[in-house]
Each structure stands twice: as structure tokens, then as C-alpha cells.
């Protein structure tokens, strides 16, 4: 079966760090390429972050980098996005996503991440 699990979202303070963890099971993630969006209340989904299959290349968002940190482990099947520097506007649901063109396209379920004092 075929499954994303994300985990490590939660109550942050602005300027504090979070790391998200994305488990696959039933694929190699190795072989797909990953990526985090997120999605915050009222707005539109937008791209976070990806990461190609062989791990050689990153993409970050403008309002990301420097902040964000995508990376893989290939021994525990996962994909990670360490956030630094929090902000109140980075509160959103996270959703990993898996992608290998051009018939396999996994997503997780979500983690909420909160920023506030």
C-alpha cells in the first residue's frame, strides 16, 4: 500500500524551528522526486520546496530561502524540510508530495504548523 505520512508540525514562536518528517511506505522515495507545499487559510496552495530524484538539485520558494532546508534519507525512506527562522505567515498545513513522471504522483495527509507568540 502506498502511503505518505508526514509528521513534526506544531505550535511554534516566530523565529523558532520546526522540522517536518514525510515516511513513504510501499514506493522507494529515492527514485521519485520530493516536494513540501503548503497551504494557509484562505490562500492558494503554493510550492515550498523540491528536491529532484538523485538529490543533485534543490528549488526554494523566494520567501524560503535561507530559511528552509530540503533533504532526503534515502536509508529511512524520507523526506525531511528543516524550518529556521519562523515567521507567522509560514502557519499553514504542509503536505509532502512524490513524484515520478509521468504516472506517479503521491501525496500525504498534512501537518499543521502554527507560528505565534
Known amino acids: 500500500q ?12 516566530p523565529g523558532g524551528s520546526l522540522r517536518l518528517s514525510c515516511t513513504a ?24 520546496a523540491t528536491m529532484t530524484n538523485t538529490g543533485g538539485s534543490t528549488i526554494y520558494a523566494d520567501s524560503m530561502k535561507g530559511r528552509f532546508t530540503i533533504s532526503k534519507d534515502k536509508a529511512k525512506n524520507t523526506l525531511y524540510l528543516q524550518m529556521n527562522s519562523l515567521k507567522p505567515e509560514d502557519t499553514a498545513v504542509y503536505y509532502c508530495n512524490a513524484v515520478r513522471k509521468p504516472f506517479w504522483d503521491f501525496w500525504g495527509q498534512g501537518t499543521q504548523v502554527t507560528v505565534s507568540s
Do not use: H
Open 2 to 13: 502506498v502511503q505518505l505520512v508526514e509528521s513534526g508540525g506544531g505550535l511554534v514562536q
Open 25 to 48: 511506505s510501499g514506493f522507494t522515495f529515492s527514485i521519485y522526486d520530493g516536494n513540501w507545499y503548503r497551504q494557509a487559510p484562505g490562500k492558494e496552495c503554493e510550492l515550498v
